[in-house]
Each structure stands twice: as C-alpha cells, then as structure tokens.
T-cell receptor
C-alpha cells in the first residue's frame, strides 16, 4: 500500500541552487497535484496534471516547473531556489476525488 | 477567487465532548466540499466528501453538513477521543474549473485532552 510517495522528506538548499522534488503514485491515477503549505496557511496549488504529457498552472506557479512523462511520476523542479520557497510541499493524486496525499517534503532555503 | 475561512483556529476539549468545526467559503458555486485531517508531519487524509446537492454526509462519529447557499459547512465530531487530535481542513472544489482543484482553509487545530 505505497500510495503517494515523496522524496526527499527533508532538504536544505542554498539560495540559487536547484533541485527536483520527486513524487510517484502506484494507484494509476490520472490526476496529480503539487501543493505548498506555509506555516499557518492553507495549501496552495502550484501545478497540476490531468494525465501524462498534460500539465497546467495552479495558483502559485512562479519559480517552479513540472513534467509528466508517465502516469506514475510528477516531479517538481525548483530552478533557482529563493528563501520565499521555504515551505512544506505536498504531492497528491486522484482518479476523481478524493485526493490522496503524500507525507510531504520539508524544504528550507538558506 | 475562492476564499476559505475556518473558525476556530484552535480548539481544546476534554475527551468525550461533542464538538463542531466551522468552515465558510466566499463563492457558493462549488461542486463539492471535502474535510481532511492532517497529523503533524504527515499528509492529508480525506474524511468526508459532501456533494453540492447533499446537505449531510456521515462516517462513524463524524458528520459533515453543507449549506451551499450561505457558503458554510460544519464538521461535527461526536464523543471526541485523544486520537482525534489533529488539524482539520476543509476544501471546496470550484465548480468552474475542469480539474479537481481544491481551495483549502487554514485549518482548525484540535486537541482532545484525556
């Protein structure tokens, strides 16, 4: 019962570095999502995908990129890390609803 | 843009008490609304999904109600237990977008005291 798996769980980056947050799901879901959760705030949608090869922007896409080459994987890339990107990142997937969430990646930019 | 507010932000109750968590949203044109639970350091777990045509949805000790026209939903937890301690988030689904995009409130942090 893996569900949605996110790696890494924790990461510290320096300003200007790049990294990819990995997300994979084993439920054959068409929809996948990336959210960020800042302290005391609700989750905000960064990008989403309705199927392999199809991605679209959410509410807060600036500074991020995504790709969806397979049904299972939906990586999120930070090209030039900035302190404002310090957050907890959640990946989710669904066939319709409800969405199933991973345990998150806690990212700090120093 | 949908704005979601949850009151109270934090709640502490003794074990066994019944409690109500509140959620309000600004755009009543929703398709459905979900209640999630989030444990510290973990992702979200879906508790209840209530369709816009429904007024209530129940699962065990949990009951969610929806008043779409007034932009309100409540989550009722009966006979609370320490294991219910978590943050509870509500998330309406926008009726106007094709994908299953959700708008999240900031949550209510519940502590049930043994």
């Amino acid at each position: 019962n893996a569900g949605v798996t996110q790696t890494p769980k924790f990461r510290i980056l320096k300003i200007g570095q790049s990294m990819t947050l990995q997300c994979t799901q084993d439920m054959n879901h068409n929809y996948m999502y990336w959210y960020r959760q800042d302290p005391g705030m609700g989750l905000k949608l960064i990008y989403y995908s309705v199927g392999a090869g199809i991605t679209d922007k959410g509410e807060v896409p600036n500074g991020y990129n995504v790709s969806r080459s397979t049904t299972e994987d939906f990586p999120l890339r930070l090209e030039l890390a900035a302190p404002s990107q310090t957050s907890v990142y959640f990946c989710a997937s669904s066939s319709d609803q409800p969405q199933h969430f991973g345990d998150g990646t806690r990212l700090s930019i120093l | 843009k949908q704005e979601v507010t949850q009151i109270p932000a934090a709640l502490s109750v003794p074990e066994g008490e019944n409690l109500v968590l509140n959620c309000s949203f600004t755009d009543s044109a929703i398709y459905n609304l979900q209640w999630f639970r989030q444990d510290p350091g973990k992702g979200l777990t879906s508790l209840l999904l209530i369709q816009s045509s429904q007024r209530e949805q129940t699962s065990g000790r949990l009951n969610a109600s929806l008043d779409k026209s007034s932009g309100r939903s409540t989550l009722y937890i009966a006979a609370s237990q320490p294991g219910d301690s978590a943050t509870y988030l509500c998330a309406p689904k926008d009726d106007q977008t094709g994908a299953n995009n959700l708008f999240f409130g900031t949550g209510t942090r519940l502590t049930v005291i043994p």
